[in-house]
């Protein structure tokens, strides 16, 4: 049987060399000082410093692996373990060959898949050559215009070889932005007016937290707490307080925040800073998915100006840090986030104690996804009845529905909560594709279980469709038809989750890849695979070791004749 | 009487526990209170004493009111909680984690690697059945580590190695790499063990519960005899070990709870043990065969044969104590002398100094406090009348800020450096002062490279500026100190400004320095021998001294001086009074009262006169006044300083007794070879750096004819007419409570039973006192003296034919001359050559690359050494371990002493390096 031994004569040169371990090259030691050059190397700062070696060097040897960690006084396993964690760090260790500068990341989550991605993905591994890394990675957030690849940092819509292929030729790498609201146009529009009274004390923090109470806005990250009684709750604990926004908008399907942020920023950043100063904020920290490279173009350019231009000259607003992800769909995770914004692995946290009272830096942290802090200032202006007003089925609110698959008008449609999926297509999608007749869909990305025709005519909103063993999360609504294979959908969810699991409890981490292997098999042992998916949802840490089993029982439930 | 069980003092909280009302102390987690009464539940990740993690979701349980399930380890019971631990519910999550784990085990059956694997147990106990999974890939078996084996096929992912590394001893080296079902347990960047920054403290081994790290060779797969609750031969924490035992062999070992080291050990107490079954262990008593001269060299255990011949007990002992007595009664008292052991227990070192006090004649007894803490020693009893910690090391978490000066604990005092480490982790400011960035300097927030030989300069600097800002403890001063003024005059002329230029650090960060020790509710100050081993090794202990009391950081929680003590038993040692100036417990040889009290006590005649030290037994050697010498348990011929002057004298003497466990570098030069018991092999008590005395035990036998010390030392001194007749180590411990009011009220008893008992513990059932000088100080006047110190340089200062500055100490895992470690199997290939640390710079400029051999010298010797880089190391300077006999450190260092403690300046001496030479050849 295959070992590790080491020779003793090996082991004695080695340590005739050098201290155990790594020894720290002087040379990569002052190239990583220059590349930090003056930032600060507090722990927290790891993934944005780990960032910076990607970005030079297109991978992270490990002579500046170790070099960091001796510069941020941290161990070398530290650092390991969190760059080995996120997808986007390269970690080349010696005598290992670093991968191609290029990489071509090809989406093979639901939407994608369904639009081809395999396919594409063969063809851009014998095309493309050695020179380029082809990469499957899971979904990168531009469902309505699957296949994605994303050359570099540029995001190919409706890829096709070819086009895929021409970028890499052209060497477009960057993502390119289209216009959005800028500050002066968001202003001219009123923009930072509530703000500029809520700095200097003219709006009440106590009649902002009664209108966002009123309204019945729900978090739309996923989980649907209210966001106004999160500030209350958040503003009762001791400061200083923090603010985590959360804009790692993983969830196969959505796209939602992206959207946003590319059209109109600054009313996402000033419902932001408006939370915080209401509930008290001392700092923000915003995290960004590393996915999003223009999103992240526009907040750097925009929070500056911001910070440099703020709407009151008089009144301080807090910091905003921008943090960056690095590739992990479980820091979309509020607790797995807050881990992540500290320089850590993402791994989610054992609850209690909530983020409410022991949050970021272990201080009490109002944590948002980004859109429900996208609506504050309308909310404000026109007044919570404005938010509560809209609905259908005896539901209220808005939601902003990410549409992907088989429809013909894919995209985010702001659309009445309750709104059934028939209406959906109906009065928003222009009706199925072309040859594809509606099958089933999933009313809440690859998380929120699957449900059949049959049943599109439930109203969609958050709880209304926890009793099927669905939810509607963040609203990522993927749609497919005769053409698809619910099973199949459901095997491509649960590899995804296995993929994406943090590795932290055993129902999750062993339960994800034991069901993935189950589910591979021409005939689902639907007795052991619901024992143990019983047992995920019960025992798992986080939600997505609990929702991970959704769309395989929705197949089990839902669609019989597949698994016949 | 009894007080009251913990618990009673305790809050409590009313919950329901499987349908019954139950409490909950306040702060128990559920699994906790579950346990207390009686209720299992299964638990993986969970280990009592590691921070409750809550990954591996065995110990699940039902919360009435709850959506999902709660891992028990990381809940606490709230008033009128309702909890199902064995609810079907709960039952069905637990067995799945358990059958889901198993079926990643090495053929999904028991663990290869263990018998007592907790997965296993669980198993069993809830009847899971066999895996309905298919197994995962497995990871490839690491066996790279001499010590330990990584079979990560039995690896379930839950972290407590990585806890135990990370929180507990804070070494760092594992990690939890890449994620979902690839996660995986690393070692620094995914290395091979042996490859990596691994220091195999084998906290990981004791926390694995599958076996996927456990001690190398399999030994962990037999069923141990028995077990003996014993301590750790090696440095002055002193940790409390179980030692598990077949076939009078020990197999291996365990870290048990105690104050002294809360079940951690270092590699050396781990691992190290196994130098006593090394064949070359003496086991029959030799005698110099008639004829063959003594040289300089010293003598290859190859050659024994020719050199020394086998005798009978009977005849070495007769023909040891023979010649001491010849010499004794031709030649006079002061012609022999005697050197004893910091590695043996309190009876011994006790009779050990009795035989030359009364069996000699004279104060010339001695041992290596000499060289490492007497000046600490001298420091300490000049100012405060007392050679011992004010605080123990434990007392750091209780600290704000912590000085770690001139000592290299994660290196020397592994385990103590753990708590250090933690103290920093929980908020408490560490201030590393070294010449050499060590690996502490990761959790300091100041570090002072400063440069060598500059302590007072640099103390004297920081002193300064306590005084100049008004800092001092004025209140403290006037009621516990004495000399006060003197010391504020002295002080004028050290302002930083002055000074900086000196040692190296910048004005700022003494002033930044002063302010944080001074002005912090408790300032503890550590040091080792970077202090001591100087020429004015006396006078830097009198400068942290009178920081403290300045300040007033002293003689409470936290706030203390802590000389961290190098061997077991060199704390007790000099308590028993193994040094040549007094009596047991530092009563002076000079003071008529104490001659008359022990004259009375051990019924003969005592020299009023001080004996001779270490260094100054070698130069009367070879002036011709020392004849004869026994030597129990050290190893002068590689410990002290300028070995060629050492050597030529131990070649020079007529009569030569060792008393070892190896033929030593020392031994090789002796007319009698008398072999000895190793540490595992008797009883005793041993004082650790804390003032703890703990009880070792026998857990095996001595090998072939070797006998304890004990009874060795009683068979000499009744050849020399003391007529003892003591019965083993607690009837002299008895007779060291008459001595040593110290100790008065510590009974053999009391120790056997608690282990562990802190002196000052004069009257029986006394508690013990871990903190003194809470209310003055032991001196004449109830005060503590402020002695000035000057700068002065060190004896040999770098000049342009020897520009380097040559800096002795030692390595983790080889302690002092190596006569232990390097006979033991795995230490030895952990740490196989002579190597000298450099800064890569300095390697450079010598034209090789890190790795190649240098060549080293000084005035007095030189050696070949390998060349370590070693960024932490100043450049200018390197350091070298005295452990290598192929290349002994101590040929090169200058024997000059400081005056006062006449401790030698191992700390400091000037040489040139060149590239290459020939490596020397290793005699054992």
Excluded at chain 1, 508 to 533: D, F, H, I, S, Y
Excluded at chain 2, 80 to 108: C, F, H, N, W, Y
Excluded at chain 2, 303 to 321: I, N, Q, S
Excluded at chain 2, 763 to 782: A, C, V, Y
Aim: charged fraction near 25%; proline fraction near 5%.
């Amino acid at each position: 049987m295959a070992v590790i031994k080491i020779s003793p004569d090996q082991i004695k040169r080695k340590k005739r060399r050098g201290p155990k371990g790594h020894a720290v090259d002087l040379a990569a030691l002052e190239e990583i000082q220059a590349l930090l050059g003056d930032e600060s190397r507090q722990r927290d700062l790891l993934i944005e410093h780990l960032h910076k070696i990607q970005d030079q060097y297109q991978h992270i040897s490990s002579k500046y692996l170790v070099a960091l960690a001796h510069e941020m006084k941290l161990s070398p396993a530290e650092v390991f373990e969190v760059a080995s964690f996120y997808h986007h760090f390269d970690v080349v260790k010696e005598g290992q060959t670093p991968p191609p500068a290029l990489t071509v990341r090809v989406c093979e989550s639901v939407s994608c898949e369904m639009a081809g991605a395999h396919s594409l993905i063969n063809a851009l591994e014998s095309g493309l050559g050695d020179d380029v890394r082809v990469q499957k990675v899971p979904c990168v957030g531009r469902c309505q215009h699957a296949p994605i690849a994303v050359v570099g940092q540029n995001p190919i819509h409706q890829a096709t070889a070819e086009s895929v292929t021409a970028a890499v030729d052209n060497n477009q790498i960057k993502d390119t932005i289209t216009d959005y609201i800028s500050m002066d146009d968001y202003k001219a529009d009123g923009g930072y007016q509530t703000l500029k009274k809520v700095l200097e004390g003219s709006m009440s923090t106590e009649s902002i937290m009664k209108k966002m109470e009123d309204s019945g806005l729900r978090g739309l990250g996923g989980a649907g707490f209210p966001a106004g009684r999160k500030w209350r709750i958040v503003s009762g604990f001791d400061a200083p307080r923090l603010m985590a926004v959360n804009i790692d908008e993983g969830e196969p399907g959505t796209f939602k925040d992206r959207h946003y942020l590319e059209i109109d920023p600054h009313r996402f950043l000033e419902g932001m800073m408006i939370a915080a100063l209401t509930v008290g904020c001392d700092a923000i920290y915003v995290y960004l998915r590393d996915e999003y490279a223009g999103c992240r173009q526009i907040l750097t350019k925009e929070i500056a100006d911001l910070q440099n231009n703020p709407p009151s000259s008089i009144y301080q607003m807090p910091p905003i840090y921008l943090r960056r992800g690095a590739g992990a769909y479980i820091c979309g995770e509020e607790s797995a986030m807050v881990e992540s914004i500290e320089g850590k692995r993402g791994m989610p946290r054992l609850r209690p104690p909530f983020l409410a009272e022991v949050g970021l830096f272990g201080r009490p942290t109002l944590e948002h996804n980004m859109e429900s802090v996208y609506w504050v200032r309308d909310i404000i202006e026109k007044g919570p009845e404005w938010f509560s007003s809209h609905g259908r089925h005896e539901r209220k609110g808005l939601r902003s529905f990410s549409i992907s698959g088989r429809v013909n008008k894919p995209g985010v449609h702001l659309a009445p909560a309750g709104i059934t999926m028939r209406e959906l297509i109906d009065e928003y999608c222009g009706g199925m594709q072309e040859g594809h007749e509606f099958y089933g869909y999933f009313p809440g990305g690859a998380s929120g279980g699957m449900l059949p025709e049959s049943m599109a005519d439930i109203p969609m909103d958050f709880d209304t469709l926890n009793k099927y063993g669905c939810f509607i999360g963040s609203a990522a609504v993927i749609v497919f038809s005769n053409q698809d294979s619910a099973k199949q959908l459901a095997v491509n969810a649960m590899k995804f989750f296995e993929e994406e699991s943090c590795g932290q409890c055993t129902p999750c981490r062993v339960g994800t890849a034991k069901a993935a292997t189950l589910m591979e098999e021409k005939q689902w042992n639907t007795e052991l695979l619901e024992e143990l998916a019983s047992v995920m949802v019960d025992a798992s840490i986080c939600g997505l070791g609990q929702a991970a089993p959704n769309p395989m029982r929705c197949v089990v439930k839902y669609f019989p004749d597949e698994l016949k | 009487m009894a007080a009251n069980p913990e618990f009673m003092n305790k809050a409590t909280i009313g919950f329901t526990m499987n349908g019954e009302e139950v409490s909950a102390l306040e702060g128990e987690t559920l699994i906790q209170t579950a346990k207390r009464l009686g209720t299992e539940i299964p638990h993986l990740c969970y280990k009592e004493g590691l921070r409750a993690d809550g990954n591996c979701r065995a110990c699940v349980v039902e919360i009435e009111g709850e959506r999902t399930l709660a891992p028990s380890c990381c809940r606490s019971a709230t008033a009128g909680m309702k909890v199902q631990t064995a609810s079907e519910r709960a039952i069905k999550s637990q067995k799945m984690v358990l059958e889901l784990l198993k079926s990643d085990m090495p053929k999904q059956g028991e663990s290869p690697y263990t018998p007592n694997s907790e997965l296993d147990l669980w198993v069993k106990k809830l009847n899971v059945g066999e895996p309905r999974f298919e197994a995962r890939s497995q990871p490839i078996a690491d066996l790279s580590h001499p010590a330990i084996a990584v079979n990560m096929d039995a690896c379930i992912q839950c972290t407590r190695c990585l806890r135990a590394c990370r929180e507990e001893q804070m070494n760092d080296v594992i990690g939890y790499a890449n994620r979902g079902s690839h996660s995986e347990i690393v070692f620094d960047i995914a290395d091979p063990m042996a490859a990596s920054s691994c220091v195999a403290c084998g906290e990981c081994v004791q926390a694995c519960p599958t076996g996927a790290l456990m001690p190398a060779n399999d030994v962990g797969l037999e069923i141990a005899d028995k077990t003996v609750d014993s301590t750790c031969p090696y440095c002055g924490v002193g940790c409390l070990i179980k030692y598990h035992v077949k076939d009078n062999k020990i197999l291996y070992t365990e870290g048990r709870d105690g104050d002294t080291n809360h079940f951690r050990l270092c590699v050396k107490g781990r691992y190290g043990f196994n130098y006593i079954h090394n064949p070359l262990r003496l086991t029959k008593p030799l005698i110099r065969r008639k004829g063959v001269a003594k040289t300089t060299e010293l003598l290859d255990p190859n050659d024994l044969d020719k050199v020394f011949r086998e005798a009978t007990w009977e005849e070495a002992l007769d023909f040891a104590a023979g010649g001491l007595k010849k010499i004794r009664d031709t030649q006079g008292k002061k012609a022999l002398a005697g050197l004893g052991s910091a590695k043996g227990s309190n009876e011994e070192a006790y009779l050990f100094q009795k035989l030359v006090r009364t069996g000699f004649g004279s104060n010339n007894v001695d041992h290596c406090t000499r060289l490492c803490h007497a000046s600490s020693v001298v420091a300490l009893l000049e100012c405060l009348g007392s050679g011992a910690v004010s605080n123990p090391v434990s007392d750091v978490s209780e600290a704000e800020v912590l000085i770690i000066i001139g000592s290299n604990p994660t290196v020397n005092h592994p385990v103590g450096a753990t708590f250090m480490k933690n103290a920093a982790a929980n908020g408490t400011k560490i201030i590393l002062m070294d010449p050499n960035i060590t690996s502490i300097a990761k959790y300091a927030s100041h570090v002072l490279q400063f440069r060598p030989d500059t302590d007072v300069a640099m103390l004297n600097g920081i002193m300064y500026v306590i005084l100049d800002e008004g800092l001092q403890n004025d209140v403290y001063i006037k009621k516990n100190t004495e000399d006060f003024e003197q010391m504020r005059a002295h002080l004028k002329n050290y302002s930083p400004e002055k000074v900086a230029p000196i040692c190296g650090i910048d004005a700022n960060t003494l002033r930044e320095v002063a302010r944080l020790y001074a002005t912090s509710k408790s300032s503890m100050i550590l040091w080792g021998m970077g202090i001591s081993q100087h020429i004015h090794g006396t006078d830097n202990a009198r400068c942290l001294i009178a920081l403290a009391l300045m300040t007033g950081q002293i003689g409470k929680p936290g706030s203390g001086l802590h000389p961290l003590r190098g061997q077991n038993n060199v704390q007790g040692a000099s308590d028993v009074g193994l040094i040549p100036m007094v009596f047991p417990d530092y009563q002076p040889v000079t003071d008529p009262e104490n001659q008359a009290k022990f004259e009375k006590l051990w019924g003969v005649d005592l020299d009023p006169v001080p004996g001779l030290t270490t260094v100054e037994m070698i130069h009367a050697i070879l002036d011709k006044e020392v004849f004869g010498m026994f030597v129990q348990g050290e190893n002068p011929a590689m410990s002290d300083p300028n070995q060629n002057h050492v050597r030529e004298a131990f070649s020079s003497l007529e009569h030569l007794v060792v008393q070892d466990i190896f033929l030593t570098e020392t031994a090789g030069f002796a007319d009698v070879i008398l072999p000895a018991s190793a540490f595992y092999e008797k009883n005793g008590t041993f004082s650790n750096t804390d003032r703890r005395v703990q009880m070792g035990r026998q857990a095996v036998t001595p090998p072939g004819d070797a006998k304890q010390d004990l009874w060795i030392l009683q068979e000499i001194a009744n050849r020399l007419d003391c007529g003892w007749t003591y019965n083993g180590p607690e009837d002299v411990f008895n007779e060291m409570r008459q001595a040593m009011g110290s100790i008065a009220g510590m009974t053999w008893d009391r120790i056997e039973k608690e282990d562990s008992l802190t002196y000052p513990l004069e009257n029986i059932d006394d508690p013990g006192q871990p903190i003194i000088f809470t209310d003055g100080f032991p001196t004449d006047s109830g005060r503590g003296r402020f002695v000035p110190a000057e700068y002065i340089h060190a004896d040999e200062m770098p000049d342009s034919e020897y520009p380097l500055i040559f800096i002795t100490g030692r390595q983790l895992e080889h302690w002092h001359t190596g006569s232990m470690t390097r006979h033991s199997p795995t230490l030895d290939a952990i740490e196989p050559d002579p190597i000298v640390a450099i800064h890569p710079e300095d390697i450079k400029s010598l034209g090789i690359e890190a790795g190649e051999l240098i060549t080293i010298e000084s005035r007095r010797g030189k050696v070949v050494a390998y060349a370590r880089a070693d960024i932490g190391i100043q450049k200018g300077s390197m350091f070298m371990a005295f452990c290598y006999n192929e290349a002994s450190a101590n040929l090169i260092t200058n024997e000059a002493l400081d005056p006062s403690a006449k401790i030698p300046e191992f700390k400091f001496c000037a040489v040139k390096a060149s590239a290459g030479g020939e490596i020397g050849v290793r005699i054992n």
